[in-house]
């Protein structure tokens, strides 16, 4: 190494200015460095900046930066756990693949749920970018999907799968092979399909404990078609419910999953599949860091099902269910909003045989307590038909024990309520109520009401009644848990409730064919 020449006799050479802002800049640089964990020895207010580069300190930092190691990441979980990770790509015959927009996105949801208006469903043949076809020509979609034994069963989505005339896998190592469908679920959008020509397939295990929120996560899939890419976030939340069905009850994570995405696993640190990836929020349709993932314990029950018979039997108690919430609670007498309320047993059903009546709130179930209608439904769903079950059910505002049989869920999607409802219009003006804010009349006065209730003929748009949902021919079944057939009974019920200081009354309300309590405030004066 040469020597540094001597520049000061130069006639450019100018002495360097030591200015406030260059100061503040090393201070700055300082300040980052600390904040980097890494230890500056011998700096001090007093040390100039112009020192400060041939000071001892320097050689100290140079000395430390040496030695940091590189950060942590998880290179030797990808490296263990990606192999087990397949793209599954289907073909679809004769499947509409545009609206009549020339839109190639239309939604598979019901318009207008929430599903349909605030989830996009990734991977699959719905809005998939890439998607080939046309009216009555074969569509092609792509998802993810993981496989869980050495003989080549793998877990992907339903709707990754659903409809599908031929599914093929392409491994992480490049190689495709044909897969059939053993079996879906449609309630949990879980499917179990099976890889034909292999024996020795690399599988992931499904963890066993649930995650905690904060807990890393590693998304591995097929996004956009690309191939085994994956991503790392935390687990943002759980329990959450996204207008699915009565069974969500997914993990949100934020490492970026975008479309194609679906049926690829959630990996945690220890290398174990926490959750089956399955939709995202997104106005755009791309990733904005939020994800839903099944839990690895439902995939559990779920997939055992589908490998034994190809289909998923659950538990019936035979109840529509509504939750508990505060106003429902104070009208009850009820000193926390939790449990399940029945809003009508059905007719023949094991609950209605038990002895559960309209009104009654399932509070535990073998001795577990019951949060919600949600957890009650995901809970005797989780069983087996046939299986008996002890309910705790306040009833009447008494604790008592109820066993019961559980019978087999019907394979029927749910009957929705009828908002367009006419049945009161134009035919009994009804009598006024106006401690609600709407008119009533006897439901036997009504065509087509039927012969027990009032039914609702005006309703105050302004009203606690208009707040609570209530809208011309519903039918007004019970008021404070008594059965009213006038509108003299159901001012009399709310003078009752007024007078055990209640705050609310509770209403038993028929509408579109089904029943539901509704907590109604009560004005005061």
Avoid: C
């Avoid at 007093?46 to 300190?57: E, G, K, Q, R, V």
């Avoid at 699915?244 to 679906?262: E, H, L, M, T, W």
């Amino acid at each position: 190494m040469t020597d540094r020449p001597d520049l000061t006799n130069l006639p450019s050479y100018r002495q360097p200015r030591r200015s406030v802002f260059s100061a503040r800049r090393i201070a700055l640089m300082a300040s980052v460095v600390a904040g980097l964990g890494i230890a500056v020895h011998g700096f001090s207010p007093s040390t100039s900046p112009a020192d400060l580069f041939s000071s001892p300190a320097h050689a100290q930092v140079n000395n430390e930066v040496r030695k940091v190691e590189r950060p942590i990441g998880f290179a030797d979980i990808v490296e263990r756990v990606k192999p087990s990770v397949i793209s599954v790509k289907v073909n679809i015959k004769e499947k509409v693949a545009s609206n009549d927009d020339g839109d190639d996105s239309a939604s598979p949801f019901q318009p207008g749920s929430p599903m349909e208006r605030f989830f996009r469903r990734f991977g699959g043949p719905d809005g998939f970018p890439g998607l080939k076809g046309g009216r009555g020509r074969i569509v092609q979609g792509q998802g993810s999907g993981f496989f869980i034994s050495a003989d080549g069963y793998a877990v992907t989505n339903n709707h990754v799968v659903d409809g599908a005339d031929k599914v093929e896998v392409t491994t992480d190592e490049g190689k495709t092979y044909s897969a059939k469908v053993i079996g879906t679920d449609q309630r949990t959008d879980l499917a179990l399909i099976k890889v034909e020509g292999g024996s020795n397939f690399p599988f992931a295990k499904l963890a066993d404990g649930k995650p905690r929120i904060g807990d890393w996560v590693l998304a591995v899939g097929n996004p956009f078609g690309l191939g085994g890419t994956v991503t790392a976030g935390i687990v943002s939340a759980s329990g959450r419910d996204i207008g699915n069905g009565p069974y969500d009850d997914f993990i949100q994570i934020d490492a970026p999953v975008n479309k194609g995405n679906s049926g690829g696993p959630a990996f945690n640190t220890d290398g174990e599949v926490m959750g089956v990836n399955t939709a995202i929020y997104s106005p755009s349709g791309g990733s904005v860091g939020i994800a839903f993932s099944i839990p690895a314990n439902t995939v559990k029950s779920v997939v055992a099902q589908l490998k034994d018979k190809g289909s998923v039997s659950r538990g019936w108690i035979g109840v529509q269910i509504q939750p508990v919430t505060a106003d429902i609670a104070d009208s009850l007498g009820m000193k926390k909003a939790e449990g399940a309320l029945v809003a009508e047993p059905q007719k023949d059903g094991p609950a209605a045989k038990a002895g559960i009546e309209s009104g009654d709130v399932i509070t535990s179930v073998n001795g577990e307590s019951v949060k919600d209608a949600r957890e009650l439904a995901r809970t005797i769903g989780g069983m087996a038909p046939g299986a008996t079950v002890k309910l705790n059910v306040l009833h009447k505002g008494q604790d008592k024990v109820v066993n019961m049989t559980l019978g087999q869920l019907p394979n029927t999607v749910e009957a929705k309520a009828d908002t367009d409802n006419d049945s009161g219009k134009g035919v009994n003006k009804g009598t006024d109520v106006p401690k609600l804010g709407m008119t009533v009349a006897p439901a036997n006065s009504v065509a087509g009401a039927g012969k027990d209730g009032v039914v609702v003929t005006e309703v105050d748009p302004k009203s606690a009644a208009a707040e609570r949902g209530f809208k011309e021919g519903d039918v007004i079944l019970e008021v404070g848990g008594k059965s009213v057939s006038t509108a003299g009974e159901v001012r009399d019920a709310i003078t009752a409730a007024r007078t055990d200081n209640k705050n609310s009354v509770l209403m038993r309300v028929k509408s579109g064919g089904q029943s539901r309590f509704v907590a109604v405030p009560i004005a005061k004066g």
